[in-house]
Structure formats: structure tokens, C-alpha cells
């Protein structure tokens, strides 16, 4: 089932001019929820969520993919974001992000800016060191955004 959503997400983000981020399906007590995250460089507005929401519920309602009530959510990923999948670190070159990792059986928790993804491995620049950290020692990670506070 997530294949076919993630395949309709797709084509349905190509029709609007927008990329797909990520699809999930959660369990709620009236249904599923089926929430799809789309981006774009310059970020995408409700317009283009509510285009994607439209061509998606075509699509769904017809193929008859998801058994029983649903509820369908297009949005942006935000700016805190997950990065799971190797585009999503792509996409956030240069940005801060927090990671945690696997350190010699221990989990080391890191705040840094994201500086290279190569295919094993991202560099990640912190305050005091330069870190290469294999994607198969990361636990978790997500950009996250630094709220700059302004002097009157």
C-alpha cells in the first residue's frame, strides 16, 4: 500500500511542480491518516499543498488503495525537519542539523552544520571539530532551526 501512495505522491507532486519529501501512514481512531510532505527551493505554498491534496484524492478515490476511512494532510516538512533518506541529507547541505550516532556502543548526540553527503558517509562541521559520520552509525537526525534573538 505505502509503495502505491508514495508512486500517486509522486507523479501527483511532477503535475504540480513540487518534489516529494516523504509520505506516512499513521493509525488514528477514526481511520488512517496518510500525510504527504512536499518541497521545493523556495518552499511551497498552500496553493500547490491543496493542487498535490486534489490530484492525490482523484487518484486514491479511484484505485481504491486504502481500505476504510482515511484522511489525507499535504504539507511542508517544515523547517525541523527528519532526514531519513539520502536526498533529504542532500537537501540540507549547509544547514544545522542535530544528529545522533552510534560512538564505540554509545550514542553521541552532536549539533552542527551539515557540510557533505558522499555515498557512505556526511561531514558535519560543529563549533570545535570536523566530524565524518557513516550513515550506517546514524541513530537519528534532523535540521533544526536557530532562533536569533534581536536586542531592543
Not at 481500505?67 to 494532510?73: S, V
Not at 570545535?128 to 557513516?134: K, S
Amino acid at each position: 500500500m505505502l509503495e502505491k501512495i508514495e508512486k500517486i505522491a509522486h507523479e501527483a507532486c511532477q503535475q504540480v511542480g513540487v518534489a516529494l519529501y516523504d509520505v506516512q501512514i499513521k493509525n488514528a481512531s477514526k481511520g488512517k491518516i496518510v500525510l504527504i510532505y512536499v518541497t521545493k527551493i523556495d518552499g511551497v505554498t498552500v496553493a500547490e499543498c491543496q493542487r498535490v491534496s486534489r490530484v492525490m484524492n482523484m487518484e486514491l478515490d479511484t484505485e481504491d488503495i486504502i481500505p476504510g476511512r482515511y484522511f489525507l494532510e499535504v504539507s511542508s516538512p517544515g523547517l525541523e525537519r527528519e532526514l531519513k533518506l539520502k536526498k533529504h541529507y542532500v537537501s540540507a547541505i549547509n544547514e544545522k542539523v542535530k544528529l545522533t550516532y552510534s560512538k564505540q556502543d554509545k550514542n553521541v548526540h552532536i549539533m552542527g552544520t551539515l557540510k557533505e553527503v558522499l555515498p557512505k558517509h556526511i561531514k558535519v562541521v560543529t563549533l570545535t571539530e570536523e566530524l565524518i559520520i557513516p550513515f550506517s552509525d546514524i541513530k537519528k537526525a534532523k535540521t533544526y532551526f536557530e532562533f536569533k534573538k534581536t536586542r531592543k
